[in-house]
């Protein structure tokens, strides 16, 4: 099985939808409707399993939008994880949308972590959805939320806990990746049995990458990768948004270490 990531927009040849299928889940115009022209999927992340390739990707008010594909050309959408959000997450935010899903494959067990964000604010979280048997031929079936991973509060914390990223090292030990404006990005240990954090409560955060030359720090959806004896992290970096005003771009530096630093070609 092979995971592909990806932080800027997929474009996808899609299959036409079921004229009767429910669209009632998009929460941006134009998901729920196409045809087969090129579509634009947000955030997406791609995994290979048992011969099908499946995009996670951001939209719905419930959970993002899932497409399968035997040749990462054309795509069907299915819908998305869950119709409705959970309950504990509905009581706490009023939110466009659910944000930017990472798939972890753990043999036939597929994590989907994803965030939630009051529009603005660095109040926001992150969660798990688990499917502990997934199944390539009904790939919206078993999934169970398992609630909040971890949480930033304006009033307390200076991270942002949207964009979740995971890795598993070298050594199996899980990291969670994650963050956007205000602090940067940040990186804290996962418990590999349940995908929560090692230690709740008081997690042991590890400041990642800033940008202190912009206003606002901005840079968000770390991506992060081992090839050669290095761990690579690339963020999307800069004002996003701001027509001509705009400075948003890839950027990566490697590390040894999954928790860096991370450096560039001038150290």
Not at 43 to 49: E, G, Q, R, V
Request: hydrophobic content about 35%; some cysteine.
């Amino acid at each position: 099985m092979l995971l592909l990531a990806a932080t800027t927009a997929l474009t996808a040849m899609l299959q036409p939808i079921d004229e009767d299928h429910d669209r009632s889940w998009s929460a941006f115009p134009g998901d729920g409707a196409f045809s087969q022209e090129t579509r634009n999927a947000h955030d997406p992340t791609i995994i290979a399993f048992d011969g099908y390739y499946f995009c996670f990707s951001t939209s719905g008010n419930g959970f993002g939008v899932v497409r399968s594909s035997k040749d990462l050309h054309r795509w069907t959408v299915l819908g998305p994880l869950f119709l409705d959000q959970p309950d504990w997450l509905a009581k706490r935010y009023r939110h466009r949308s659910i944000w930017a899903p990472d798939v972890v494959v753990l043999g036939k067990t597929l994590r989907v972590y994803y965030s939630a964000s009051n529009w603005g604010s660095n109040e926001s979280v992150i969660g798990l959805a688990e499917c502990a048997n997934f199944d390539p031929k009904r790939p919206l079936a078993g999934w169970v939320d398992k609630g909040l991973v971890i949480e930033s509060k304006p009033s307390a914390d200076v991270f942002n806990a949207i964009d979740p990223e995971v890795l598993i090292d070298t050594s199996k030990r899980h990291w969670l990746f994650f963050g956007s404006y205000f602090g940067g990005i940040y990186a804290v240990e996962l418990d590999a049995k349940s995908g929560k954090l090692k230690i709740p409560g008081n997690p042991e955060l590890i400041h990642i990458a800033q940008n202190t030359t912009e206003k606002g720090n901005p840079l968000e959806g770390c991506a992060v990768c081992y090839r050669d004896g290095f761990f690579y992290c690339f963020v999307s970096y800069g004002l996003a948004g701001q027509g001509v005003r705009s400075t948003y771009r890839l950027m990566v530096g490697r590390s040894k270490s999954p928790t860096g630093p991370y450096v560039d070609l001038q150290g």
